[in-house]
């Protein structure tokens, strides 16, 4: 089952960096307007792992 999950996010990436490529280079967006902006509260670098949206959740 994780191995699927993995599988997926693995697909999930390519797919958003194709995407990310075409916005760049076809659509001329600037790179700076892809970054994701999070709320304060969640400036830690790893705010998508699963440990701390767990402990964000039991907060």
């Known amino acids: 089952m994780i ?10 990436t390519e797919e958003n960096e194709k995407l990310r490529q075409v916005l760049v280079e076809d659509l001329k967006v600037s790179p700076s307007k892809l970054q994701a902006s999070y709320s304060s509260k969640n ?8 440990e701390c949206r767990r402990k964000q959740r039991r907060k």
């Open 3 to 12: 191995l699927k999950h993995q599988q997926v996010i693995e697909e999930l």
């Open 43 to 50: 400036t830690s670098p790893c705010t998508d792992c699963f």
